[in-house]
C-alpha cells in the first residue's frame, strides 16, 4: 500500500536535510566561565543577523547554520553544538566557532574539537 503512495522516498522527501555535529565537549578552565559567556555574547552580536536565545546557554540561530553552547556547572566543560543547511554551512560554521572560542580557550585545544566531518 505504500507505493500507491510514493513510499518511504517520498514519505521522507518533506523531512529537511541537516548537517549537524555530534555533541562536543571541551575542557576549559572554570573560573573563567562568566568571562567566557559575556564576551561570546558581545563577540555574537558584532556578527550577522541572527537569533541569539540565552535561556539556556547561548542559542544562535542564522538563516544557514545555528549553535547551542552551554557550560558546564558540574564539572569544567562547554557543551557545543553546531550545524547547517548543507555541509559547507557546517564547515563555516565550526569555523566561526573556533575562531571565536580561541580566543578564550588554547588554541590546540579547540581546534582539536571543533571541526564538521559526516557522521555515519
Known amino acids: 500500500m505504500a507505493k500507491e503512495h510514493g513510499g ?4 521522507f522527501s518533506y523531512v529537511p536535510i541537516t548537517y549537524d555535529s555530534a555533541e562536543i565537549r ?15 555574547i558581545e563577540q555574537m552580536r558584532s556578527w550577522e543577523s541572527a537569533s541569539i536565545d540565552l535561556r ?17 556547572h558540574t564539572e569544567p ?21 573556533s575562531d571565536l572560542l580561541q580566543l578564550y580557550i588554547d588554541k590546540t585545544v579547540v581546534e582539536r574539537y571543533v571541526h564538521y566531518h559526516d557522521r555515519v
Open 8 to 11: 518511504f522516498t517520498h514519505l
Open 26 to 40: 571541551i575542557p576549559f578552565q572554570e573560573h573563567l566561565r562568566n568571562s567566557l559567556l559575556q564576551n561570546v
Open 56 to 72: 539556556d546557554g547561548i542559542r544562535y540561530v542564522h538563516q544557514n547554520y545555528w549553535f547551542i553552547l552551554r557550560c558546564s
Open 77 to 97: 566543560v562547554i557543551s557545543l553544538r553546531f550545524g547547517g543547511n548543507s555541509r559547507k554551512f557546517a564547515t563555516e560554521c565550526a569555523e566561526k566557532l
